[in-house]
């Protein structure tokens, strides 16, 4: 018997299919970034998996009696068995985690958006400055903010007894809580990714069309009302990915409880997954790795449940440009101050301590006596230096990782901005296929992955055969960063592509605008300031990286950040002061030229 | 033809033996470099050095960088490049880069933390251990295989801003009173703490705790909830400890300026990190009375050679400058800063520098024994791990 053959009429919807789908430029990016990303970000996922079931060299051959590479059950067994190991390594740092990353990114939200709310839709005074300065804290490592707090807030009561700023002016001992733990661990990688929620729910909130409201107002609904019927529903895909954003940044941030959490042994994941891989238990650091990522996965899933649920979250409609001010009244000027004294202490009170702390030899004591500028341009070779020739302005290795670090930041910026939008472009246009979520979900994987497990993998990768030509190269940083950061820009790229409404773009099509041109004179004008904060995100990103360089750099100076926590870690304070306050320079002279070039900046997209 | 079919196989033959015993050459090479005199180093040095070789070293200590400069102005024809990794990081560095083929991996290394050097470097065959012949007289044994190239101490060390504290004997620092001013770091963290206290537990050191506990308490020490003394000891001693300091110098300074009375068991040469005005607040225990027990720890830093490398001659006579006086004291090197100490007897410290010869210590640190903490470390680090916190 003959078997059935196709008929012209069955071939001919798949290939109009098929002609379809490559007609449209969203569905071969996506299929692009799903191969790109397959293998970059993909890769380190599966690497980590089978990491988590295999046995390794070290402690792990030695206690277990089986040879390095088989596959066993044995690290989960450990980890989760209810004993006192299971307690320490694994529960109470969950628990102090979850803490951490949940309040850290309720508080960077409340803090962020309600700036960003009072400086896109409110008549707040001395907008520019408090647009301009509040994103400091974002430019600076999270860890130099941690430093900071105990810097102010140490005092002969708690932890060694040294007395900080607070103490040392006002005579006030903080309380330990307030000092070590996790209240202050919440507080600063809240405060440091502030302006990451500022920036993003900001960037919706300026451009929202105010018909909505005005709307609302007209039908008589008050001021709560609209806000909460009408303004938070609008910017919630962007508070959603904001949250996700820093609850995984502070769910695997690794620096700031060291510093804070040490003192009053309140340890997170993190530190318990260094410390595990470092004694030669990889297989259980993998899992707490794992564990990290699986709970971003369920934020990320709440996420595009959210996103998906609605039909629609345009704000750009072509329709109407205006923005109608809530005015302030009475309260307008008790707010600007409150606003500038807040802003004051978290933005522009780290700069003074880091100036203050890189000129000072002897540590607390801030008289003039006590001041010099060896550490900015000594010449002689002194009792300070550590490998170094005396002042980092006349070092050569400083400038040279100055350059590197500089030129990696731009690197990386342009690859990360331009597949960031790219992929917000195609995942929204084709939302709700398989593939978009798929490749919008691959792109985001790299952030929920620990800095540190993603330097670990991506070194055995390029000291692996095929690719042993990438170790030590400038260009495995450039790889490893551009993964790592993409989810930055790709959340940056879906959420400004959801606010403009598919009709605009349609227009185009039906008057046979080419693509590039839609995308070159349409859709990147309009969502100008979110894009560009695509671009922007990353600068700052690689600028302040550092657990992920540590493993992949040919020597510790050289990049710039690999080098100030090297001088942290020796002690060496004032140049790590002078170090940090020259990082947050150059990252405001880029923001600068970003601004005078193209007119946008972090802040100018917003309200500045 | 016969002539021509026998000088191929030889060719052959020759080639083959080039190709598969890289690995073995160094070994060979390294061997015959222990009975090599300096001047006959420093020829195949050069010649290594002709055909293209430059030393890569990494090092955890950077007097290392100080003392491979002095290397190459003895040496002018040699080039060394100093690589400074961090010590947590040594390792996974290090088994991922030797043998992989990459550029600029490393030729030897100077490392600490001798249990996962044997782990991970020497009994995987990818770093071997070399000693020169000559030395072998005036560096005792245990310290040549792998050869230790200066050892460091952690001391304990108090802000005497309220005289003396009356350290008499270690299991004061368990009792109650000393909650929360030992400042020590997180031994989870730093290598080179585990290893002291996994040393505690060999039969050695529990017996003196036993016989310090004895003198302490005026009983004999007796198996209750701990099976050996020095578990006891641990437990109440990590109870007490306070992990403000992420690291020694931050420890030194931060101590020297914080409350008076308070203890920290760090590294005796990061004193020179410590500003001077600060420095006459802190006072070693030792140098005030002896402690029953122990007044600190040594581990040493240990060189070995990359099984990959092409300059194993330049390793050998590198290592060898590193044990000699001139290398060793040169200036600004090891021997200049309290705290570091030649296994050469030959050398001595400096007079005026407030420090004691390595014979000194001998008696009243704990001193790192790979061999041991390789054997015992699983079942320590876990009952030390889960006491951390």
Not at chain 2, 121 to 135: I, K, Q, R, V
Request: glycine share 6%; hydrophobic share 45%.
């Amino acid at each position: 018997m003959r078997k059935p053959q196709p008929n012209s009429s069955m071939r001919e919807p798949l290939l109009y299919r098929l002609r379809a789908f490559v007609t449209k430029p969203a569905n071969l990016l996506l299929v692009f970034f799903l191969c790109v990303l397959a293998v970059l970000s993909l890769m380190p996922m599966v690497t980590m998996l089978t990491n988590m079931f295999t046995i390794h060299l070290g402690t792990e051959k030695r206690l277990y009696r089986m040879p390095t590479g088989s596959w066993t059950l044995v690290h989960f067994q450990k980890l989760f068995e209810g004993s006192d190991w299971s307690r320490v390594n694994f529960w109470e740092p969950l628990k102090h985690s979850f803490i951490v990353a949940f309040g850290a990114g309720i508080l960077g939200i409340a803090i962020g958006g309600s700036i960003a709310w009072f400086v896109t839709r409110s008549d707040l005074k001395c907008k520019k400055f408090i647009s301009s300065v509040f994103v400091f804290p974002y430019m600076m490592p999270a860890w130099t903010l941690a430093l900071f707090w105990t810097n102010m807030f140490q005092n002969s009561q708690v932890g060694g007894g040294n007395i900080g700023m607070i103490e040392s002016i006002f005579g006030v001992c903080m309380p330990e809580w307030f000092v070590y733990g996790l209240f202050p661990m919440i507080v600063v990688i809240g405060l440091h990714y502030s302006p990451f929620a500022y920036l993003l729910i900001g960037g919706i909130l300026k451009n929202m069309d105010a018909t909505l409201e005005e709307s609302a107002t007209i039908l008589k609904a008050s001021r709560w009302t609209i806000i909460r019927r009408v303004t938070i529903p609008i910017v919630m895909p962007a508070i959603l990915s904001t949250f996700l954003l820093i609850f995984s940044s502070g769910f695997s941030s690794y620096t700031v409880p060291v510093f804070l959490g040490s003192a009053v042994k309140c340890y997170t994941l993190s530190t318990k997954m260094r410390a595990l891989i470092q004694a030669g238990y990889q297989g259980q650091g993998y899992i707490i790795a794992f564990v990290s990522i699986l709970l971003g996965c369920i934020i990320l899933g709440i996420n595009q449940w959210f996103t998906g649920k609605r039909k629609s979250f345009t704000t750009v409609t072509g329709k109407s440009g205006q923005v109608s001010l809530v005015k302030l009244r009475k309260a307008n000027w008790p707010i600007t101050i409150v606003l500038i004294v807040f802003i004051c202490f978290v933005a522009i009170m780290p700069l003074i301590s880091f100036a203050l702390e890189s000129v000072i030899r002897q540590p607390g004591n801030y008289s003039l006596s006590n001041m010099t500028l060896h550490f900015w341009i000594g010449t002689e070779d002194s009792a300070y230096e550590t490998g170094m020739i005396a002042g980092i302005l006349l070092n050569t290795t400083m400038w040279k990782a100055v350059g590197r670090q500089v030129l990696l930041a731009l690197v990386v910026a342009l690859i990360v901005g331009t597949s960031g939008m790219l992929i917000g472009y195609a995942c929204v246009r084709r939302r709700g296929t398989r593939l978009s979520r798929f490749v919008e979900s691959l792109a985001f994987f790299p952030y929920l992955m620990p800095a540190m497990a993603f330097g670990t993998i991506y070194l055995a990768v390029a000291t692996s055969e095929n690719f042993k030509w990438l170790y030590g190269t400038f260009a495995l940083l450039v790889i490893v960063s551009a993964v790592k950061f993409l989810p930055f820009a790709s959340r940056s790229g879906v959420n400004s592509m959801l606010q403009i409404a598919p009709e605009i773009e349609e227009a185009a099509i039906i008057f046979g605008v080419p693509w590039h041109k839609r995308m070159l004179r349409i859709l990147f004008p309009i969502q100008k300031s979110s894009i560009l904060s695509g671009y922007l995100l990353p600068v700052i990103s690689v600028m302040r990286e550092v657990a992920l360089f540590t493993l992949l750099v040919p020597y510790a100076r050289y990049m710039l950040t690999t080098m100030l926590f090297s001088f942290n870690e020796t002690g060496y304070a004032q140049y790590g002061s002078a170090v940090t306050l020259l990082i947050i320079l150059i990252i405001m002279l880029i923001n600068s030229l970003t601004n005078k070039l193209t007119g946008a900046s972090f802040d100018k997209g917003i309200g500045g | 033809m016969k002539r021509f079919l026998s000088l191929l196989l030889v060719l052959a033959m020759a080639l083959s033996m080039t190709v598969s015993a890289s690995a073995d050459s160094v070994q060979d090479a390294l061997a015959a470099a222990a009975a090599m005199t300096n001047e006959e180093l420093y020829e195949k040095a050069k010649a290594e050095m002709a055909a293209g070789a430059q030393l890569n070293f990494y090092s955890t200590t950077s007097f290392a960088e100080k003392a491979a400069n002095n290397f190459m102005a003895a040496y002018p024809e040699l080039k060394l490049v100093y690589a400074e990794i961090d010590d947590v990081e040594t390792y996974t560095i290090l088994t991922n880069t030797i043998g992989s083929g990459v550029k600029d991996s490393a030729d030897m290394a100077l490392t600490q933390n001798g249990p996962d050097l044997k782990t991970y470097l020497l009994d995987e065959g990818l770093a071997y251990t070399y000693f020169p012949e000559s030395l072998k007289d005036v560096v005792e044994e245990k310290n040549q295989d792998p050869a230790i190239v200066t050892y460091i101490n952690s001391l304990l060390i108090y802000h005497n801003g309220n005289g003396s504290v009356g350290l008499t004997n270690v299991w004061q620092l368990t009792e109650e009173e000393w909650k929360d001013k030992v400042f020590f770091k997180n031994p989870t963290n730093e290598t080179v703490n585990i290893n002291f206290l996994i040393m505690l537990t060999s039969p050695e050191w529990n017996a003196k705790l036993e016989a310090a506990y004895q003198s302490r308490y005026g009983k004999a020490w007796e198996k209750g909830e701990f099976e050996t003394c020095a578990l006891e000891f641990i437990d109440g001693f990590l109870k007490n400890v306070n992990y403000t300091y992420t690291s020694a110098s931050k420890m030194a300074a931060g101590i020297a300026s914080g409350a008076p009375g308070n203890m920290g068991l760090f590294v005796f040469s990061k004193l020179r990190k410590v500003d001077e005005a600060d420095r006459s607040n802190l006072t070693i225990v030792q140098f005030e009375n002896a402690v029953e027990g122990f007044s600190g720890f040594m581990y040493p830093i240990y060189a070995t050679v990359a099984k990959d490398t092409d300059c194993p001659y330049t390793c050998a006579l590198f290592i060898n400058y590193l044990l000699s006086e001139e290398g060793f004291a040169g200036e600004k090197s090891w021997n200049s800063s309290q705290g570091y100490y030649s296994p050469n007897k030959t050398i001595q410290k400096p007079e005026g520098l407030d420090d004691q010869p390595y014979e000194y210590w001998t008696d009243c640190l704990v001193f790192e024994d790979l061999t041991y903490i390789n054997d015992h470390f699983v079942e320590v680090y876990e009952f030390i791990a889960t006491r951390v916190g």
